[in-house]
């Protein structure tokens, strides 16, 4: 059975326009509250935390969310504006039934967002997605005054996260004697962030902290990573991080401003783990360089693919017992550290393994040099299965029987746009474009 609100990582939407608008966010706070309280019956009153970016509609939805609880006899913490592995930690470790963030993560701020975490700090399974959609199209109504949701405010929020990310870094180790610049994308990680690396004795240089309700993401964070490199090299400093709006994405770049994405993060964790103990394997996505799973064989560890989107990573994670993953995009999991992913956690294991190696991030990566890929987006019609197109799937074996052991091609559709996705990743830079090109020339305009 499909979905029909959620998508790979909860409901997500523009502002004003279904399903993001407020009186969907309180049909779909009731409906998950009355689900959370059929599963809660036997233990009890069920509570939720909720917690939020720093969008303007925030504020709007966080009404929304709390009334539709409260209908439904749910108790609510409120949290502020967190990041959304906060939420997955705090829900956690207060032993409350659920967390709710609301955010669309890298979107602009005309964007936003509802996902769900389980009271073990997991995304919720798909079955009970369902329970919930079916519940939104079923009759709101309301319990009783007394039994009633109560809210309030989650105190200290931010000082019980900071100190949980802090015990994810070894406790021999220090940041002293590094500068380091922290683009915080102006979003929800913009009191947090700051705040670990300083702790732990890094000289902190802050940029993307000053949100505005309208700013998130805007030229600064993970996904506008040229404003890291330039602040760095400005600021003579010698690493940065950039997160995303909802700070559980990581992109790094070194003194020099070279940046660095997901996949070569990964590479730089599971290597420093290895020194530390065996690795069974490392899970990516259609999308991972393949460099990178060449690296991991030449490592002697496993490597599996999963769909895109890091909900999935963690799927195959767990399936194959394995605690390391991600994508290049900079969602990175580390299972023996969190439940999910966290920029911010992702930071310090990296810097972990750079303090431990005594090496730069160019001398950790010296042995993995990412194949060249080249990304095409084509506008299709609504429905277009370029599965069926004869065309489309000529020029695709072909450019694969050129290519050989040399790169690889994949084309997929995308989740949320009438759009193909042509990747063609080959060793010459040249090579990969002409080839994606001639593949995406096929598919109908």
Known sequence: MGRKYFGTDGVRGLVGQ?????DFVMRLGYAAGKTLARTKASSGRPTVLIGKDTRISGYMLEAALEAGFAAAGVDVMLAGPMPTPAIAYLTRALRLSAGVVISASHNPFQDNGIKFFSAHGTKLPDEVELDIET???QPMECVPSEKLGRAKRLDDAQGRY???????FPNELDLRGLKIVVDCAHGAAYHIAPHVFHELGAEVIAIGSKPDGFNINAGFGATAPQALS???IAQQADLGIALDGDADRLIMCDNTGRIYNGDELLYVMVRDRMAVGPVKGAVGT????MALEVAFKNLGIGFARAKVGDRYVLEVMQERGWLYGGEGSGHLLCLDKHTTG??????????SALKRANQSLAQCCAELTLFPQTLINKRVEA???WQKNHDVVAEKERVERELGDNGRVLIRASGTEPLIRVMVEAKDAAAAETMARRIADKLAA
């Not at 966290?342 to 810097?351: E, K, N, P, R, T």
């Open 18 to 22: 279904a399903p993001i608008t407020p």
């Open 135 to 137: 519940a939104i199209d």
């Open 162 to 168: 900071i100190e949980f990310c802090k015990s994810t």
């Open 230 to 232: 330039e602040a760095v």
């Open 286 to 289: 259609l999308m991972t360089n």
């Open 342 to 351: 966290d920029g911010i956690v992702s930071a310090l294991q990296v810097l």
């Open 383 to 385: 429905g277009f299965d």
